[in-house]
Structure formats: structure tokens, C-alpha cells
């Protein structure tokens, strides 16, 4: 039989981890493995940026699991900063451009992964190309960020968004000594929970110093005569001077190759895949990480969820797939969890508005309760938002806002939605408790006994 | 319709949680609930007595949820330090004994709640009731160790047992500055792991500064003349000083008054109940809390596990049924957390010998990683032991040793047993990540994930 091309295309956690799985697999005598990536680095965690330009961690390399150097040792022909910009599916092969040359090749393959990653929203504003506006998606991203920041020290910074990267980016600035506004568009921040859940992370975020601005429509970067940002100004007419501005607006699945070949893509624009992470109708590509819409159980539809943990499961299917064994990836709950400064936030499954859009009757209950034994040394506060369905008592979704614990928590939540439970069968799991970790009846589980009550009071 | 009595025996967790949720469902005009305490106190945290000792909780008071005082001002009938003797089942009454002044006197019910409780094992030894000897199993047996710890202070003390009582009295004592022997009999502490995983506590104890010996039989308490404790002595010939003997050998259900009325209990001795926790084949007597057995529903059998969360949920479904609502326990998957200083230590489902007993094929497998990402400051070792079942897959147990997080982290494996779920549907989870929290692969997948290999590896 002859050796069989693997190509890949993006070397960050999904592209990585199938290249490698597959790799496990099949030695380099049955499977060629050849991999683009246009940065500079491969398997990093662009989820740690945060806290390396916090301080948290010490420098950019912490953040990397595999090196180009690590990959190649493995026999993968690894090609950093070379970008794939044409993909020819009915020749099998790819045109990548070396990015320092401009040099480009053809390069045939018998089976392709897709991993192609996102890219930060970045509204067309006069400025936003100036100097001192940063995005934070990758870890070239990052590096530019870091150098500004220490070549041009400043004392104010305004983050656009209030979502993960958002707040993240908040409490990394605040630790670097900024005085930190977040302009965002929203009701409330962190537009991933219910605005009252928000509405305890807006509170919090106020308290810790940081500025939140609401409702705010950013219409342009004001910059100096040498081009730099030196302020932020909304559509309200406010101005926000800025020493560096950092966008967290969100990300949209980096498609286009795709698109223009034809492949299927969903509402957001991320490719779709079987259960196997096949791109549907395409027996020879697969596609994985934040280029694609994954299923969410709980909503029955598909959405475009970027995130670390689930590209490396993808990467794991593919690479077990195109390595000639066998896996699947079921779909997500939705389940996230950040925090910003001592703040835990975390969520699972439908928020109200999803499962209004999924066309879910649904009852909500929220309680206040403690990370720990009420009696507990530091135990802090913990609210937890419920959403059940009417009739059936199925849990829909879970929102937990609190102290120490809080965001892990929804783990709970995440595999009760996996497995179907209603709340009913939830007030009987059979949780950890010790005093140091849970008061005797966990939040969790006294927002499933109310919910309980409100599932029977709302009747059909 | 006369008016309804209900009897309750035992006036802590299960039983107080039984009366105050029967009183919410109905008015002392439909209801008289007459609750029986030998104690003093009403409704506290068992669980919390440790962290009283230790100084973290500043006093008795703050473990107590509900006093006496406060379940009278909601129409119960609650008599303390009044003890029920005989349980006269055919006539349905209970004489009970006021322990001041020695009076007894029976009380007619139509439906009967034992929650009895359990007492702590204390074997047959010379010197088992020395002064300076204690058990920790009620507020009152707080209470004297407290005034015993601040009557003589000393310097040494001898704890009798590791398990979860004996490890958290360990540290307890440890903070008030005593040097702790830690005596037991297994081969490594916490016999509620397997003793691999007991192995990383017993290094972790002694790296704390606190002496374990295994093997240890204790058989005698050395006293003073004036018959207080000195010494323990082992069947090795060993005498290990002691100021101060604290005994966790373990609990018993207190089930003798039960027992001599004929109700049926299991082979630990605790009753057995139906799913609404009534006792079998009594249509007007319910059980629940640490007197009873509970459904193990890994291993399809009855177990006593003593918890005051199960307590707590028993007295629940206790007081919606004899309240005139519905609400049943299901049974348990055998979790448990616990800590010794920074160590948090966890268990749900089976151990090996537990799955031996039970007549399961089983794989076993162990990882080590961490409590957040490998780079986030502060990143501790976590390591997790997963048992699957053979052919099947199924998760059996999971056993959690390491750094902050690493105790709940087991709720996870709680809800994925009960849902019966295999160890690849555990990979697939859609767990919580963030660099703060998790590795990108959170412990337990990685665990699962590897046992995925192994149960295809071990094939049928």
C-alpha cells in the first residue's frame, strides 16, 4: 500500500493534537504528515495570554506545550509561517505561500484537516489599525501587546468588550497597574450569562476599580500625529482617552479558504462536520477546533463555541480518525467558566434567550448560597441560576456567579445536562460535602430543590 | 380528620429536617410533631466539630443550623436531654426518659421518624474511659474535648484511626500546636481509597510533621493515678505518650431500641428502608440519617455511610411523605471529601475491593496532573485513580488526591455514575476550562481517557 499524505492546516490545539494522534497511530513508513501554520509558534494555550501579559506567568513559552522543533522531532513536517491560501479539493492539494519568501508550492494530499482557527471580530472604525490597538487571539497577538506595553508604559487602558477575553483582559490590565475601562455593548458584561447574572459581575467588576461602560457603541479610535491610539470615542459622544486599547469583541470562525472551495458552513459561519468531525458531504476533509460549529445537546442545533478544551478533543478525534481508528465527538452543553479578579464565573447549557430561541418552556429559579459551610473560615457568597423545562423538570441551564469553587461547580451541571437529568434528579446526587468545600445541601443543589417547586407550581 | 402525631427520635440532621419540612407541609392544627433529643443541642454540624477544634470555626454556636429554641417557636414539640428507651411498635407509643430528673413517661404517634444517629466504635480496651479520652461524634463530645484542651493543655496527642474523622482531628490538633501520632490499623490511612491512593496521604501527613503508624492495634490506654490518659499502648509493644487520645476508629448505626421492637436492619446493623425511607414492612415508621443503610447504587447493595448531606436529604423525603407530599432517596454513589491541612482527598463509587466484593471484571488506571494549567502560578499535583468496568466500559469509581480543587473535582464522577455512564462517555464531557481552573484536558478525561485504552486493552 502506498504511504497515505496527511496535510493540516493550522498548527495550533486542534490541528496539533490530530497531527499527533495520528502520528500515535501510524509511523512515518504508512503516514505522511505535513502541517501549515502561518505564526511563528504551534500548540500553545491562547487561553493563558491573559495571565502571562498579568504577570501571572512569566513568559510567552510557559504557554507552549509543543514547539515546531518538538513536532518536527516527531516526524511532522511542520511549516511555521507559511499560510495555506488556496485549498483545490477536487485535486487534492493545497497552495501555501511561504510568508517570508512569498514563495508557494502545491502540496497533494489524501486526506485534509481543517483547523484553521478564528479571528478577533474587528469592526471597520476610523483607527482601529492604529498603533496601541491590540487584539489578543493568538500568541503573535499577544507578543505584540506585551512589547507595547513595555515600550510604552502607560496608566490608562480601555478594553473593548466585556466577554471572556474581555473581563480577562480587564483584570490583566488592573494588575499591570492600568486604570482599566470596559466599553461594551451589552445590558450588562459577560453577555454569555442572563443580565442578572451579569449584573453580579458588573457590581463586582465596579468594586475592584475597573470602569464598565454599558450600551456603548464604539465609533472610532482618536489617534496622535505619529499615529498611535490615545482614545476611544462612542457613539454616545463620550471619549475615553486610552494609553492601549485592547479589543475583546469576540471571534468568527477563520472560513474563507474553505468557503471558497465550496466546503459547508453553518448561521456563524464555522464549518460543519459529522460526528466524527468529517466536514458533512466530504469523505477526504476533516475540520476541527475554532473553525467549526459544534453541536449543542441541550439547544439541538449547532453553534460556533471557540474554545481551548474543545479543539483539543477534536484534534484527538480527527487525528484517532485519519490515524485509522475510531472516535466521535457528541457535542457540547456550553459550558464556560473565567473570572476576573477573585470573581468565579461560570455557565452550562440554555440561558433564557436560548431557550426561548429553542423553543423551550422553561421555569427559572436563583439562590444565594456559600462556597464552603456557611461556618467556614472565607466562605463567600455563591449564586446559582437555574433553568428547567415546564412539565418535564429537565435542567436546562445553570449559571453560578461566586467566590473560591464557584466556577468548577458547573461542572456538575454539565454532565446532569449530558445524561438528560431533571432537577428532580438532581436534588439526589450524591455530591461531595465536607465543611471546607460545600455547606451540607450544595448551591447547586438547593437551586435544583427550588426548581423542583417551580416546575410543579408552573404546571404545563 | 383528627389531628395527626408524628414522633420523632433523634433531634439532629435527619430528624429535625424530617419535622421542620413536615411543619412546612402542615399547621399544628392538622399536625403535632413531638421530637425526642438526648442531647443538648438540636440540628448542628457534626462535620464541623473538627474545624471548631482547630480554631478555624470561633465557636459550638456556629455549627449549630437551628437551636432548640427556634424549632419550638415553629410549633415543634421538642424535648432535649430527654432520651426514648423503648420503641412499643404494636401500640404505637415510645416511652422516653428526661435524663435530669430521671422521670419517663410514653408518648402515643400515628407515624414514627427514628433518626438515631450512630456512635462512635470504642473498643474494649483498659483505659477506653480514661479523662483525656474522646470521641468526637456529638456537640457534647465537642464540648468536653474542648474544655479538656483548654483545662490541660499539653503537647502530645494520639489520635486513634485514619479516616476521615481521625485525619481531620489530625490537623486540627496539629494547628493548636500538639505533636500528632496518627495509630491505625489498615496498611495506609483513609482505608476509604484504595491504599495506593492512601499512600500519597500517609506521605503527605508525615511531610505535614504528623506521625502515622499503621498496623497499629491499639490495646490499652495508659492512665496516671489519678486516672487520667497517659499513653496508648499497641499489640507491637509500642506506648506513644499522650496528653490528649482521640478516638476516629469509625461509627456505628445506634440502632439497639430499634432492634428490640423488631425493626429489620442490615449487616453493618443500620435499618433498611424503601425508597421513600419508611422501614421495611412498617407501614408508619420511617428511618433516615447515620441509623440507617443506605442503597449503594454501584455495587446494588445497602451500605452505612454516615453523612450528615445524606442525613439531611433523608429528613427531607422524610417530612414531604409523612407531611402528605412525595418525595423518595434513591441511593447513593458512595462520595466523600475530606482534607488534611492543604490536601484534599476524594472518593466516589468503588475501590477495587469494593468492585471484587460486588462480582465486577474491572480495569484500573492512574494519572497524574494538576489542579489548573501546568503554567498558571500555584499549579498543584492532582492525581486520579478510575476503575471502569471490563467489556462494558462502565465507570465504577474514581479516587482524587492533590491541591485546592482536587476534592469536588469528584462531583463530576458522582453525576456520571449515577447517569451510568461509560469512561468514554466521560471523555466526551464538556467540563469547565479556563487556565485558572483546569488543564486544558481536565484530570478527570485524562483519567477516563486512559481508561478507555485500558478496557479496550483488557478486552472481555
Chains 1, 2 share one sequence.
Not at 501555501?96 to 484553521?116: I, M
Not at 490608562?156 to 473581563?167: D, F, K, L, S, T
Request: proline share 5%; charged share 25%.
Amino acid at each position: 500500500m502506498a504511504k497515505e499524505r496527511l496535510v493540516v492546516v493550522g498548527g495550533d490545539a486542534a490541528g496539533m493534537s490530530a497531527a499527533s494522534q495520528a502520528r500515535r497511530l501510524k509511523g512515518p513508513a504508512e503516514l505522511e504528515i505535513t502541517a501549515f501554520e502561518r505564526g511563528h509558534f504551534t500548540s500553545y494555550s491562547a487561553c493563558g495570554i491573559p495571565y502571562w501579559i498579568g504577570g501571572q506567568v512569566a513568559g510567552r513559552d510557559e504557554l507552549i506545550a509543543r514547539t515546531p522543533e518538538e513536532h518536527r522531532a516527531r516526524d511532522i513536517d511542520l511549516r511555521t509561517r507559511t499560510e495555506v491560501v488556496e485549498l483545490d479539493l477536487p485535486g487534492r492539494r493545497v497552495r501555501a505561500r511561504d510568508l517570508e519568501s512569498g514563495a508557494e508550492s502545491w502540496t497533494a494530499y489524501d486526506k485534509l484537516v481543517l483547523a484553521t482557527g478564528a479571528r478577533p471580530v474587528r469592526p471597520r472604525l476610523p483607527g482601529i489599525g492604529a498603533h496601541g490597538v491590540h487584539g489578543v487571539q493568538t500568541l503573535d497577538d499577544g507578543r505584540r501587546l506585551m512589547d507595547d506595553l513595555e515600550r510604552s508604559p502607560g496608566r490608562r487602558a480601555v478594553v473593548v468588550g466585556a466577554g471572556y477575553i474581555g473581563v480577562e483582559m480587564a483584570e490583566a490590565l488592573v494588575r499591570r497597574g492600568y486604570a482599566v475601562t470596559v466599553l461594551h455593548r451589552g445590558e450588562q458584561p459577560m453577555a454569555t450569562l442572563d443580565p442578572d447574572m451579569g449584573g453580579l459581575v458588573h457590581g463586582a467588576m465596579n468594586r475592584m476599580g475597573i470602569v464598565t461602560v454599558s450600551r456603548a457603541e464604539v465609533t472610532k479610535i482618536l489617534t496622535d500625529e505619529e499615529g498611535r491610539a490615545v482614545a476611544v470615542a462612542t457613539a454616545a459622544g463620550d471619549e475615553y482617552p486610552a494609553d492601549v486599547v485592547v479589543l475583546g469583541i469576540g471571534v468568527e470562525p477563520r472560513t474563507a479558504l474553505a468557503r471558497a472551495a465550496g466546503l459547508p458552513v453553518g448561521t456563524s459561519g464555522g464549518l460543519l462536520t459529522d460526528l466524527s468531525m468529517r466536514v458533512r458531504g466530504h469523505e477526504e476533509v476533516w475540520a476541527g477546533g475554532d473553525c467549526v460549529e459544534v453541536l449543542d445537546l441541550v439547544a439541538g442545533r449547532t453553534r460556533h463555541i471557540p474554545l481551548g478544551t474543545h479543539a483539543n478533543k477534536h484534534g484527538q478525534v480527527i487525528g484517532s480518525n485519519v490515524g485509522g481508528g475510531y472516535a466521535t465527538f457528541p457535542g457540547v452543553v456550553g459550558t464556560a467558566v473565567s473570572k476576573v479578579c477573585d470573581l468565579e464565573i461560570a455557565r452550562t447549557g440554555l440561558r433564557e434567550r436560548d431557550a426561548l430561541e429553542a423553543g423551550l418552556r422553561f421555569v427559572t429559579v436563583t439562590i444565594a448560597s456559600t462556597n464552603t459551610a456557611g461556618y467556614y473560615p472565607g466562605a463567600e457568597p455563591m449564586t446559582v441560576k437555574m433553568l428547567a423545562e415546564r412539565r418535564t423538570g429537565r435542567l436546562l441551564g445553570v449559571q453560578i456567579v461566586g467566590g473560591a469553587g464557584a466556577a468548577k461547580r458547573v461542572d456538575v451541571a454539565a454532565v446532569a445536562l449530558t445524561a438528560g437529568m431533571t432537577v428532580d434528579q438532581v436534588v439526589s446526587l450524591d455530591l461531595g460535602y465536607a465543611p471546607p468545600f460545600s455547606p451540607v445541601w450544595d448551591p447547586v443543589l438547593v437551586a435544583a430543590r427550588k426548581a423542583v417547586s417551580a416546575v410543579r407550581a408552573a404546571g404545563v
